[in-house]
């Protein structure tokens, strides 16, 4: 039994930020890492704290929006609004139960009612394997680098970790990285029917450094490019440089709503995404991680 949750919500006080802020704008072959926060004795108990990585970035960062069909990628006139991804990679026990799984799961999904700051939430358990082996993943998204600094220290998310994360499993690692989405409700949130199912993709890239002023840019391009081709199969995307990062030094994150596994599946498995792989990133890439999961309604199991 597959236990999968995905939610988009936000507190009254983050509704009342956005409405209000919103009210006057005009309208394979990728292949994550550990613990990035503000240095916090608090934590010392919990895992190893990681030192940033403020070598390794490129000058443009590149970002991506797709919110659906309908609306445009690329030189999209609407205004943009940048906004903080935040994955956590966890590596489940052998012998993880399924009731200490929907423990887990269900405490880290409960983190988003006890703070404000959470535009978004999802996670489940990782499929198709990867060779780090790690088993389940949790995406949010957050306002602002504070809100996420604040999420770090909350006290409910250290217990969590402390009493319902860490007992079941080996390793826990995060990245974090800035983007732009499209200023309007649905794609700051990651609201409405489309964003209730699909396929969650999260890459991990490590750049060689030589590469990050030239090479690296493009490859980014290509794969933005690459990403506009196909509204059909992707609901939203975002990339862009890692901050805070760990003595891993991946580079660049990427998260992608694609609809359905089958979207998933024509897109990793085209021949444009194989050649733009190949031809931009394979001479440039130090290593790299892919981790996908299913999305499906709160509440739901898949047998």
């Known amino acids: 039994m597959q236990i ?4 988009t919500t936000a507190s009254p006080l983050t509704n009342i930020f956005l409405n209000s802020t919103l009210a006057s704008s005009p309208k394979k072959p990728f292949n994550f890492s550990p ?3 503000k240095k916090n004795p608090k934590w010392n108990a919990l895992g190893s704290i990681l030192k940033p990585n403020h070598e ?18 690329g030189n999209d006139p609407k205004r943009k609004r940048k906004v903080v991804e935040h994955v956590c990679l966890i590596k489940g026990k052998e012998d993880l139960s399924e009731e200490q799984e929907k423990d887990m799961l ?31 993943a949790t995406y949010m998204r957050f306002q602002t ?28 690692i ?12 649905l794609p700051i949130f990651r609201k409405g029917e489309e964003f209730n199912y699909g396929v969650e993709l999260v890459l991990l890239i490590a750049f060689v450094k030589s590469s ?34 760990s003595g891993a030094e991946y580079t660049h994150g990427v998260v992608i709503r694609f609809r359905s596994s089958e979207a998933f599946q024509m897109f990793m498995n085209s021949s ?27 509440g739901t199991e898949l047998m």
Not at 56 to 73: G, H, M, T, W, Y
Not at 213 to 242: C, H, N, R, Y
């Open 174 to 185: 995060n990245a974090n990285f800035e983007s732009e989405v499209e200023d309007d409700i």
């Open 4 to 7: 999968i949750h995905t939610q």
């Open 272 to 298: 444009e995404y194989k050649y733009m792989w190949r031809s931009k990133f394979q001479p440039i890439v130090q290593k790299h991680l892919s981790v996908h999961f299913s999305v499906d309604p709160v």
């Open 106 to 136: 269900d405490y880290l999904y409960t983190t988003q009612y006890q703070m404000r700051g959470i535009l978004s939430i999802s996670l489940g358990r990782i499929s198709g394997g990867n060779d780090d082996k790690y088993s389940h």
């Open 35 to 37: 613990f990035p926060f």
């Open 56 to 73: 390794l970035r490129i000058k443009n960062r590149i970002v991506i929006c797709s919110a659906s069909e309908q609306r445009s990628f």
């Open 145 to 172: 680098k504070e809100d996420l600094s604040k999420f770090y220290e909350n006290q409910f998310y250290v217990g969590v970790l402390r009493d319902h994360v860490l007992p079941y499993c080996h390793e826990i």
């Open 212 to 245: 990050l002023d030239g090479p690296a840019e493009d490859a980014l391009l290509a794969l933005s490019k690459l990403i506009m081709e196909f509204p059909s199969l992707i609901v939203q995307a975002t990339l862009g440089s890692i901050f805070n990062i």
